[in-house]
């Protein structure tokens, strides 16, 4: 099942994102007593980031990952968790035993081996298992890359690992990154997608022939609940 609500701009879809989550969430605790929510950066999540830190809620039964992050500290500019961390986290006082972040700041093979251990204590898998987050948020760049999945990656197409470092050539940058299979098996997956630069994409996405190497977001077709996110810029280009 796949939808996309197209809202103003960039912060009402940032909001829409935030209730469609927080409905998400609340399901979850009611069957299971916690929830998991995997959570992207850049520019577009640091506003819904925002709205989720002022919203009341029970933070103490959400456990926060990253879809990826880059191989930094978690004091640089470019960490997805100091986004996270300084519009969400820490307003929102969540638990920091809740928040398993990716050690950017170790050899990139050490830190995806050590976050793929984790992931694995937390939902308490056995061999070959994959994760089901009740909720994961991606976004997309203009090139169609999600999480850090980037046009030609062979990761792509790697189903049964749960994550990897990769590298990302464009931005000449080691990255950690959830892969395809953690990906698909998702229970609630939401794109929050802003500005103009995405049209190309957002078309791709959706009118072209399915092919995730050349359109890594298209892999949400694969998905079992998917919900698109969008602005007016955006969206522009969708029939």
């Known amino acids: 099942m796949s939808l996309h609500t197209v809202s103003p701009d960039p912060q009402a879809a940032a909001n829409a994102c935030a209730e469609y989550i927080f409905r998400m969430l609340d399901a979850a605790i009611s069957a299971r007593g916690r929830a998991s929510l995997a959570v992207s950066g850049g520019s577009t999540p640091k506003l819904l980031f925002q709205k989720m830190a ?11 990952f990253f879809v990826d992050e880059r191989c930094v500290p978690p004091t640089d500019s470019a960490s997805n968790y100091k986004l996270a961390h300084d519009n969400w986290i820490a307003p929102a006082k969540i638990p920091a035993a809740n928040v398993h972040r990716v050690i950017g700041e170790i050899a990139p093979a050490e830190a995806a081996q050590r976050y793929v251990a984790e992931i694995r204590e937390f939902f308490g898998l056995s061999d070959g298992a ?9 976004g997309m760049g203009p090139d169609a890359h999600t999480a850090s999945l980037f046009p030609g990656d062979p990761l792509i197409d790697d189903r049964k690992g749960i994550a990897a470092a990769t590298f990302a050539k464009k931005f000449n940058q080691w990255r950690v990154t959830l892969l395809p299979g953690v990906l698909l098996a998702a229970l609630n997956t939401v794109f929050l997608v802003a500005g103009a630069d995405k049209v190309e994409a957002l078309h791709s996405v959706f009118q072209e022939k399915y092919d995730p190497q050349k359109f890594p977001s298209q892999l949400a077709k694969d998905g079992e609940s998917v919900a698109w996110f969008l602005d007016e810029a955006a969206a522009q280009g969708l029939a």
């Open 130 to 138: 994959m994760p089901h987050f009740d909720i994961l948020h991606r």
């Open 54 to 64: 002022a919203t009341p809620f029970e933070w103490e039964r959400v456990h926060l």
